[in-house]
């Protein structure tokens, strides 16, 4: 195996990695190619959308070291040629919302414990 280094981006621009690490609730991965696209980046809490139109929401986390980005390519003789990409230390975690991945059962859960709090916090000691 064989492994090379990426040829350097061109003068002003740079490129910036990062892993995006889908949680077991998602159920299909999106194919090799699909165009993906995600939203808020500059935001903490980035929003990926699915070919399938389904919505992730996602979390920034720091890696304890660097993750190598590959590019793995195989050979007309059939041996692999390994190259890198880049390198990042940044991850954001998507799984699905929290509404969508209980159902709508919960989320009508949640509007009864809110308005149970205010009927409390509004009746006389």
Same mark, same amino acid.
Do not use: N
């Given at each position: *195996?064989?492994v090379?280094q @990426?040829?350097a981006? /061109? /003068?002003?621009?740079?490129? =910036?990695? #990062? $892993?995006? +690490?889908?949680q077991?609730? =998602?159920?299909?991965? /999106? ?6 696209q995600?939203?808020? *980046?500059?935001?903490? %809490?980035?929003?990926?959308r699915?070919?399938?139109? &389904? ?5 920034f986390?720091?890696? =304890?070291?660097?993750q190598? #980005?590959?590019? +793995?390519?195989?050979?007309p +003789?059939? &041996?692999?040629?390994v190259?890198? $990409?880049g390198?990042?230390?940044k991850?954001i975690?998507? &799984?699905?919302p929290? %509404? ?9 859960a949640? #509007?009864?414990?809110? @308005?149970?709090a @205010?009927a409390a @916090?509004?009746?006389p /000691?």
């Amino acid at each position: *195996m064989e492994v090379e280094q @990426a040829a350097a981006q /061109p /003068p002003g621009q740079e490129a =910036v990695y #990062v $892993v995006l +690490d889908l949680q077991d609730g =998602v159920e299909a991965l /999106p194919e090799p190619g699909a165009r993906l696209q995600l939203e808020g *980046m500059e935001t903490q %809490q980035p929003c990926l959308r699915l070919p399938d139109g &389904s919505r992730l929401v996602g979390a920034f986390e720091e890696t =304890v070291g660097a993750q190598l #980005v590959l590019a +793995d390519t195989l050979g007309p +003789d059939g &041996s692999h040629r390994v190259e890198l $990409v880049g390198h990042t230390d940044k991850r954001i975690t998507f &799984s699905r919302p929290q %509404q969508e991945a209980e159902g709508p059962d919960a989320e009508l859960a949640e #509007v009864g414990e809110a @308005a149970a709090a @205010a009927a409390a @916090a509004a009746a006389p /000691p």
